[in-house]
Nanobody, 125 residues
Framework: QVQLVESGGGSVQAGGSLRLSCQAF??????????WGWFRQAPGKEREGVAA?????TTTYADSVKGRFTVSKNGNTLYLQMNSLKPDDNAMYYC???????????????????WGQGTQVTVSS
């Protein structure tokens, strides 16, 4: 069973930066076989994909964060560097993982069986 633990959320002013981390535990085979995603959910809204990275490092981003957010990974840890934050980025951020046989990054909630508990990001104007 894969367990994911996020950290790095917090409160910043608009224009500021945060770096989220997600550490994975419990997978007995190489972490290279994992695909990863970052998702967020604001109050009253559905969970949406933010960024994803495939097992070979191919990335994809939601249009709303392109040019501002960068997803990366290192072994069993996933990162999301968030720059030029806006009030619209206010949400609970979740990391997700899937044992993957594809090099295509995926941004759909239904594709991921493993989820972290979330970390709150608050951006004030």
């Amino acid at each position: 069973q894969v367990q994911l633990v996020e950290s790095g959320g917090g409160s910043v002013q608009a224009g500021g930066s945060l770096r989220l981390s997600c550490q994975a535990f419990g997978y007995s085979i190489s972490w290279w076989y994992m695909g990863w995603g970052w998702f967020r959910q604001a109050p009253g809204k559905e969970r949406e994909g933010v960024a994803a990275i495939s097992r070979d490092g191919t990335t994809t981003y939601a249009d709303s964060v392109k040019g501002r957010f960068t997803v990366s990974k290192n072994g069993n840890t996933l990162y999301l560097q968030m720059n030029s934050l806006k009030p619209d980025d206010n949400a609970m951020y979740y990391c997700a993982a899937v044992i993957s046989d594809t090099s295509r990054p995926v941004l759909t909630v239904q594709s991921y069986p493993y989820w972290g508990q979330g970390t709150q990001v608050t951006v004030s104007s």
